[in-house]
């Protein structure tokens, strides 16, 4: 069990500019969360997975944003015109239906300039 | 919509006994849970309670749940220097999980 990754552990980028992460689950577990934490703020949820299907969407996911979990193993999500407001930690969980609680990576801390 | 509530800050000696408190909104919420969060990394699940059971123990953990007051706590026994984090709770909301704003934790030696 290598745990959830993610890639790139940081990012700075310039306004307006694209940004992709992306996301390694648990091998075994077929759900996966995206969560965003500004500071002083607990996590807050963007969107879930179940194998491959997109079934939630937080309001908080605005058009510019973009997940896709393609063959129900990893997953990216794209940020478009990046603002500043977006500059946020990213974090992604896995769990496997019927169990409890998730599993964070260490999450990708985006900095827009 | 759904909330939770939790103290900002807290700060005990090493050795002492920690009491981080919450409250959350839904009572529908099957399994309320407590994260931590060491400085730059993800989120650790510590425990997890059922909503039908008052208290659990897990170590040097107890949670206790009133759910008439929709209160949680997370006791930690015999505080150490490692213990020093962010504490979220975190109640479930159908497939997603509604966190608190955190605990900050300091242990003095």
């Known amino acids: 069990d290598t745990g959830v990754s993610q890639d790139p552990r940081h990012k700075i980028t310039k306004r307006g500019q694209n940004v992709t992460f992306r996301c390694d689950p648990i091998s075994e577990h077929n759900r996966l969360y995206w969560y965003r934490q500004t500071l002083g703020q607990g996590p807050e949820f963007l969107t879930y997975f179940q194998n491959e299907a997109q079934l939630e969407k937080s309001r908080l996911l605005s058009d510019r944003f973009s997940a896709e979990r393609p063959k129900g193993s990893f997953s990216t999500l794209e940020i478009q015109r990046t603002e500043q407001g977006d500059s946020a930690m990213y974090l992604c969980?896995?769990?496997?239906?019927?169990?409890?609680?998730?599993?964070f990576g260490s999450g990708t801390r985006l900095t827009v300039v | 919509g759904e909330d939770v509530e939790q103290s900002l800050f807290l700060s005990v000696r090493e050795g002492d006994s920690s009491v981080i408190n919450c409250t959350y909104t839904d009572s529908s919420s099957t399994y309320l849970y407590w994260y931590k969060q060491e400085p730059g990394a993800g989120l650790q699940l510590l425990t997890y309670i059922f909503s039908n059971m008052d208290m659990k123990q897990d170590q040097r953990l107890t949670v206790l749940l009133n759910k008439k007051d929709k209160h949680l706590s997370l006791r930690i026994a015999d505080t150490q220097t490692g213990d020093s984090a962010i504490y979220f709770c975190?109640?479930?909301?159908?497939?997603?999980?509604?966190f608190g704003a955190g605990t900050i934790l300091r242990v003095k030696s």
């Open positions: 975190a109640e479930n909301d159908g497939n997603k999980l509604v």
């Open positions: 969980a896995s769990s496997r239906t019927g169990t409890y609680g998730y599993t």
